[in-house]
């Protein structure tokens, strides 16, 4: 059973400050690794893609991938009001089919 | 780029009546669509896998005869929910994958709010 597993939360951050969202992933044969935001009543909103080890950055937003741990993170730097949201983790398996957590509830207090 | 759209995107309907939901890439051929179903504060279900020109593939627990898939050219898919009951009420999701280098990156579209009265 492939498993994606993130902070549960909520998380909580004043406005300004640095968000940590985490994830853990179970199958090792996963190669890609995706963060959508979904805002209460919308549909998911891709933020970041990631494939290799390391980080890659947009804008704000950071996305860090240890294969070796099996886990993924997005950092979002100078954090507004408008992120609050919920962030879901993907981890994409065969078929193009994605494996999303259950998401992490962040706001962020003006 | 990869603009995804739903219509409708609210529908109320009585129970028993048939509702048809369709997904469009409206910049983009989507070689494989998925169709994704969410209840209040839960996460995304993956409801099945559509490819063009083929039936899809329902996951464990989707009932095929009641949630009719076609995924008729590149750029469209339906989801008839037939014999629609009030435990069918749900917030509908498509995606779509394009081709190339990001294939499995997925693109939602805006969802459909299905509510059985």
């Known amino acids: 059973q492939k498993e994606v597993e993130q902070n549960s939360g909520p998380l909580s951050v004043p406005e300004g400050a640095i968000a940590s969202l985490n994830c853990t992933y179970s199958d090792r044969g996963s190669q890609s690794f995706f963060w959508y935001r979904q805002y209460s009543g919308k549909s998911p909103e891709l933020i970041m893609s990631i494939y290799s080890n390391g980080d890659k950055e947009d804008g704000r937003f950071t996305a860090q991938l240890n294969k070796a741990s099996q886990y993924v993170s997005l950092l979002i730097r100078d954090s507004q009001p408008s992120d609050s949201a919920t962030y879901l983790c993907a981890g994409g398996g065969s078929n193009y089919k994605l494996t999303f957590g259950k998401g992490t509830l962040l706001t962020v207090n003006p | 780029g990869a603009v995804v759209s739903q219509h409708p995107s609210r529908v109320i309907c009585k129970s028993g009546t048939s509702v048809k939901i369709e997904c469009r890439s409206l910049?983009?051929?989507?070689?494989?669509m998925f169709w994704y179903r969410q209840f209040p504060k839960q996460s995304l279900m993956l409801m099945a896998t559509s490819n063009e020109g083929s039936k899809a593939t329902y996951e464990q627990g989707v009932e095929k005869d009641k949630f009719l898939i076609n995924h008729a050219s590149l750029t469209l898919s339906t989801l008839t929910v037939t014999s629609a009951h009030p435990e069918d009420s749900s917030f509908y999701i498509c995606?779509?994958?394009?081709?190339?280098?990001?294939?499995?990156?997925?693109?939602f579209g805006p969802g459909t709010r299905l509510t059985v009265l």
């Open positions: 995606s779509a994958t394009t081709s190339g280098a990001d294939t499995d990156t997925q693109y």
């Open positions: 910049d983009f051929q989507a070689t494989t």
